[in-house]
Each structure stands twice: as structure tokens, then as C-alpha cells.
């Protein structure tokens, strides 16, 4: 299995542009999640789909943030427009369903190190 | 609302040594507790999961322990060795279906 797949590895854009970012997430796994990694605030949950379906997004910051999950196979998580703050690690994760009240791990993707200048 | 704290923020240990990192966490109502370890640069890597009704668990030269009532977990390496420099992370799940909240992390170097 290739694990969790995330591209582009890195991304620098301009203030105002369109920033997407791509997940494949593990075949088989149910649960997809984002997550965002700064210095000042460590790595926080954006937003987690669930069999495709958008579960919480409480964790998204601004109106800026969207996220999708046309199938089970691919995730993108697009910002627009994007700013300076924006700058950080984005992680995606996924997870399997196990048997109920048996939890399993997250396994992260190698992340997208997105600069906006 | 869940607050997860790792003390020490850095830790240096000449290569042999056996250390512990420590976890401590608000909200005792946990579904379980991940230990992750993070290269520069690179995503995270699972290293144990333990489940809210176990007391720990073991992978190699590996030990996490899990103490609910206090809030805390540590994390025990054994024989440091110079391939064990990373960033540590612990994680707690509060049961919300799979919402971690991770601590800020133990930056490990082992030197030879």
C-alpha cells in the first residue's frame, strides 16, 4: 500500500491566488481527515468526511477554507482567497472503521508545505 | 475543552540511554491515546495506540502507558539509539468519532 498520498509536496503562491490541495487517502479507509500544522498552534483538525461525507467542519477557519470529497479515493481542500496566514503544513489522514468500539490509528499522508507570499 | 501538554518542549540524550516522554491531558473521558513520531519535514508516523481501557502498550524498545484518572501518559524509550531524533506527539481521542487533539510535541535528539 502506498499510504496516504498528498500533492503538490509543496506550494508557494501570492497573496489572493487560488490554493487547492489533493488527497488520496488509503484504500479502504472510511475516515478523512485535514489537518494544519503551524509553530504558533501545533497540528489542529480542519475538517474530517466520513464515507465521503463532511462530518465536522468546525475546525475550518475561515469562509476562505472549503473542503470536498467527490469519492472515496480523493479529497481536495481549497483556499480562496488565500493570505500570508495561511502559510503552514497541511496533513490529510485517514482511518478504517473497526469493529465497533474498537478504535483504529490515523495514518498521516506526507504533507503539503504551503508558503503565501 | 480538551488541552493536551508534553513536558519536555526538547530533550537531548547521549545515544544508550533509556528516557521518557510525558503526556498529560485535561479531560480524562478519553476513547484512547496515539504516540506519533514526526521526522523534519516529513508527516507523522504512528507509533502506539492505546485503547481508554488499557494500561499500555509495547512495540519494540517502545512502551506507552496510560493513566486515565490522572490524565497522563508516557512514553518510555528503551537504548536510545540516534535514528530515535524526531519530533514526539502525543494525541488524544475524546471520543467525538476520531477528533484528536495532539500536544505540542517533545524534539528528541539523540547524540552519539
Known amino acids: 500500500d502506498a499510504g496516504v498520498i498528498q500533492s503538490p509536496r509543496h506550494e508557494v503562491t501570492e497573496m489572493g491566488q487560488e490554493v487547492t490541495l489533493r488527497c488520496k487517502p488509503i484504500?479502504?479507509?472510511?475516515?478523512l481527515f485535514w489537518y494544519r500544522q503551524t509553530m504558533m498552534r501545533g497540528l489542529e483538525l480542519l475538517i474530517y468526511?466520513?464515507?465521503?461525507?463532511?462530518?465536522?467542519d468546525s475546525g475550518m477557519p475561515e469562509d476562505r477554507f472549503s473542503a470536498k470529497m467527490p469519492n472515496a479515493s480523493f479529497s481536495t481542500l481549497k483556499i480562496q482567497p488565500s493570505e500570508p496566514r495561511d502559510s503552514a503544513v497541511y496533513f490529510c489522514?485517514?482511518?478504517?472503521?473497526?469493529?465497533?468500539?474498537?478504535?483504529?490509528?490515523?495514518?498521516f499522508g506526507p504533507g503539503t508545505r504551503l508558503t503565501v507570499l | 475543552k480538551q488541552e493536551v501538554t508534553q513536558i519536555p518542549a526538547a530533550l537531548s540524550v547521549p545515544e544508550g540511554e533509556n528516557l521518557v516522554l510525558n503526556c498529560s491531558f485535561t479531560d480524562s473521558a478519553i476513547y484512547n491515546l496515539q504516540w506519533f513520531r514526526q521526522d523534519p519535514g516529513k508527516g507523522l508516523t504512528s507509533l502506539l495506540l492505546?485503547?481508554?481501557?488499557?494500561r499500555e502498550q509495547t512495540s519494540g524498545r517502545l512502551n506507552a502507558s496510560l493513566d486515565k484518572s490522572s490524565g497522563r501518559s508516557t512514553l518510555y524509550i528503551a537504548a536510545s539509539q540516534p535514528g530515535d531524533s524526531a519530533t514526539y506527539l502525543c494525541?488524544?481521542?475524546?471520543?467525538?468519532?476520531?477528533?484528536?487533539?495532539f500536544g505540542t510535541g517533545t524534539r528528541l535528539q539523540v547524540t552519539l
Open positions: 494525541a488524544v481521542d475524546t471520543g467525538t468519532a476520531s477528533k484528536l487533539t
Open positions: 484504500s479502504g479507509h472510511d475516515y
Open positions: 492505546i485503547q481508554s481501557s488499557q
Open positions: 489522514a485517514s482511518r478504517r472503521t473497526g469493529m465497533p468500539l474498537l478504535p483504529y490509528e490515523q495514518f
Open positions: 468526511f466520513n464515507n465521503n461525507v463532511p462530518i465536522d
